[in-house]
C-alpha cells in the first residue's frame, strides 16, 4: 500500500508540473548578434549619392585625367610629379599630423574648349585641426577655399574627405550638404613621409581630376 501510494503522489507531481504557466513574458527570445556599423557605413550615410558615385569612380577620374593630359604632351609635368601622380601610392597611416601645411593644386583633365589639359597652381597655406573625433582641412588663402572633414574608411590607406567651398569674403564655410553646388567629396592619401595628397574626383569646376599635395611648414607655431 505504502508503494501504491508514494507511486500516486509521483504521478500527482508530475501531473502538476506539467500543468504549469509559462513565466510570463513567455519563452526567451533567441539572442540576436547586433553588427556594429562599418567605417565606411558612417561617411556613407552623410555623403550624397552623387559625391558617393564620384568617390566610387576615382579610378575612372585618374584614368580620363592623365589621358587628357598624355594626349596634349604634358608627358614631362607628369614625370615631374611623381608619386603624386601615381594612382596607386597611398600608404598605411594615411591620417596627417594637426598644423600648418604647404598645400598646391595640380588639376588633370579638360574643363572645356581651350582649357590645358594639365594646370598647376601656386602654392597656399591650409591647415589640418582637430575638431571632435575628427581631423578638419581649411584652406586658408584665396578667393575659394575648400575645408571639410576626414572620415575613417573601411580600407586604411585612405579617409574620405566631405566638405565645401568658401568664397570670397566669407568667415566661415558652409556645411557640407547645405549647397550641393558647393559640395566636395575626395579622397586623402599618405603617398611618402611627410607628404599628403587629396584626390577630388569629378569635382564640380568641369576637371577630371584635381590633386591637392600638403607638407608641412618646417617652422610650426608654438602653442601659447
Do not use: H
Request: charged share 25%; hydrophobic share 40%.
Amino acid at each position: 500500500m505504502a508503494t501504491a501510494r508514494i507511486s500516486l503522489a509521483l504521478t500527482a507531481l508530475v501531473a502538476l508540473v506539467g500543468c504549469q504557466t509559462e513565466p510570463r513574458g513567455g519563452r526567451p527570445r533567441p539572442v540576436v548578434n547586433v553588427v556594429a556599423p562599418t567605417k565606411a557605413e558612417a561617411w556613407m550615410a552623410i555623403a550624397s549619392a552623387a559625391d558617393v558615385q564620384r568617390l566610387n569612380n576615382v579610378t575612372g577620374a585618374w584614368a580620363a585625367g592623365l589621358k587628357d593630359a598624355r594626349d596634349a604632351n604634358f608627358v614631362t609635368a607628369i614625370r615631374e610629379e611623381g608619386t603624386l601622380l601615381k594612382t596607386d601610392a597611398g600608404l598605411p597611416r594615411p591620417a596627417p599630423t594637426p598644423g600648418s601645411y604647404n598645400c598646391r593644386l595640380v588639376r588633370l583633365g579638360k574643363t572645356g574648349k581651350g582649357t590645358p589639359a594639365l594646370e598647376r597652381f601656386k602654392p597656399f597655406f591650409c591647415y589640418v585641426q582637430v575638431e571632435g573625433d575628427l581631423l578638419t582641412i581649411v584652406k586658408q588663402t584665396g578667393s575659394t577655399r575648400p575645408a571639410g572633414r576626414l572620415w575613417e574608411d573601411n580600407d586604411e590607406r585612405r579617409l574620405i574627405f566631405l566638405g565645401s567651398l568658401a568664397l570670397g569674403d566669407e568667415e566661415q564655410p558652409i556645411a557640407y550638404g547645405e549647397n550641393p553646388k558647393r559640395d566636395m567629396a575626395g579622397i586623402f592619401e599618405r603617398i611618402a613621409p611627410f607628404r599628403w595628397r587629396l584626390v577630388i574626383p569629378w569635382p564640380q569646376d568641369g576637371a577630371k581630376l584635381n590633386v591637392f599635395e600638403l607638407t608641412p611648414v618646417a617652422a610650426q607655431p608654438q602653442p601659447e
